[in-house]
């Protein structure tokens, strides 16, 4: 429960390089808070979370990684 331990304030974000998954949207938290709260259970959270359609995000953590990878292609100026 990756979200869930980074709400907590838990640092688990460090220990790696990149992250990828969905975004927690105000539908995703919800379910989330339900959960911390101790108002659903982990398998009922778990189907409801299941039924949302992902919108997924990444984040670089290493900045070697993303010196590496990450390459700036410019700008468009759009009227």
């Given at each position: 429960?990756?979200?869930?331990?980074?709400?907590?304030?838990?640092?688990?974000?460090?220990?790696?390089?990149?992250i990828e998954g969905g975004v927690a949207n105000d539908r995703?938290?919800?379910?989330?808070?339900?959960?911390?709260?101790?108002?659903?259970?982990?398998?009922?959270?778990?189907?409801?979370?299941?039924?949302?359609?992902?919108?997924?995000?990444?984040?670089?953590?290493?900045?070697?990684?993303?010196?590496?990878?990450?390459?700036?292609?410019?700008?468009?100026?759009?009227?």
């Open positions: 429960m990756f979200i869930v331990a980074n709400r907590k304030g838990e640092k688990i974000a460090n220990a790696y390089d990149y995703v938290i919800d379910t989330i808070n339900l959960y911390m709260a101790g108002l659903m259970d982990v398998n009922t959270a778990l189907i409801r979370l299941a039924q949302h359609l992902p919108n997924n995000q990444m984040c670089l953590l290493n900045q070697e990684l993303t010196d590496k990878y990450l390459i700036f292609d410019g700008t468009e100026c759009i009227e």
